[in-house]
């Protein structure tokens, strides 16, 4: 007789890494956390939140069901060891690359971003990065130290240079940040036709997408490590990515959940349809 156990993996998804299409992988590293630390558990919370959610979408009328999705589960990271931490992220990166997989990370905080772009660029040198977060997260250090989820984009732009970063629902920074972001023109007003210009413009080049979930705001999302009011409803959110629908996507993560300051879990569970909501739109 066989049993009906539940599979630690997001949606009970099955596929076998060699016929699989895409891939989730789990980067539970919340090593340069500024506020708020504990975003390391929030790979396996959207998982366990998973359970209790619907394989299909109502707002896309599609079915995970219908996808082709491998879930290789979380990597065993190094608390504090940042160099240690990247390696093993870049080289599992690699392995679903170079197998030809689309890419689905979770994190941890949003330095696990820097890591991933440095690997893709590898593949799609002529890369573009859509940033949904409501940090510019633009800062040359942050209290001296140069490798943190308050400085990722900062590096992120040094290697891709002008004009290939997009930030979206960006409401908190610096003034040297916000400088930094006219001069390079990097943040894209909500209004849609602003976004639909976006769109129009990046139109058949490679988009990876790195969604920050502080972006939601945290009076319905309140498990975030940096929570900044005045944030996206969720309804607002997924109409931001049916606008991309039709971007080429090679590639998305999605960062900063942190379960343990929501003790209902509609925090992990708003990740969880969000995350379903991103493979149907985005993944092959």
């Not at 708020?36 to 009328?61: C, D, H, M, Q």
């Not at 440095?118 to 977060?133: A, G, Q």
């Not at 732009?157 to 001069?183: C, V």
């Not at 209004?191 to 413009?201: D, F, G, I, R, Y």
Request: hydrophobic share 40%.
């Amino acid at each position: 007789m066989d049993l009906p156990l539940i599979e630690p993996s997001f949606l009970s998804v099955s596929t076998p890494f060699k016929t699989a299409k895409a891939v989730i992988l789990g980067c539970p590293y919340d090593g340069s956390a500024s506020f708020r630390p504990g975003a390391r558990f929030g790979p396996s919370a959207v998982r366990k939140a998973s359970w209790g959610i619907e394989t299909y979408s109502p707002y896309l009328n599609k079915d995970l069901a219908h996808r082709s999705i491998h879930d290789m589960g979380d990597l065993e990271l190094p608390l504090g060891e940042k160099k240690a931490a990247f390696d093993l992220i870049r080289k599992a990166l690699k392995k679903i690359l170079s197998a030809k997989k689309f890419p689905i990370l979770l994190g941890g905080d949003h330095l696990i971003t820097l890591p991933v772009i440095e690997e893709v660029l590898k593949s799609h040198p002529s890369l573009h990065l859509i940033h949904i977060d409501a940090h510019t997260d633009l800062r040359k250090d942050y209290l001296g130290e140069f490798l943190s989820h308050s400085t990722v984009m900062k590096k992120v732009l040094d290697l891709l240079g002008k004009g290939r970063l997009f930030q979206i629902g960006i409401r908190s920074g610096t003034e040297e940040e916000f400088s930094l972001a006219r001069k390079i023109k990097s943040i894209v007003p909500l209004e849609e036709a602003s976004l639909k210009s976006m769109v129009h413009n990046l139109k058949n080049r490679p988009v990876y997408i790195s969604l920050d979930l502080d972006v939601l705001d945290p009076g319905l999302f309140p498990g975030i490590g940096t929570p900044e009011p005045g944030g996206l409803t969720f309804r607002e959110l997924l109409s931001i990515f049916r606008m991309f629908q039709d971007l080429h996507v090679i590639g998305f993560d999605m960062v900063e959940l942190t379960p343990d300051y929501d003790p209902t879990q509609i925090s992990a569970v708003t990740a969880s349809v969000i995350l379903r909501e991103m493979i149907l739109a985005f993944c092959p």
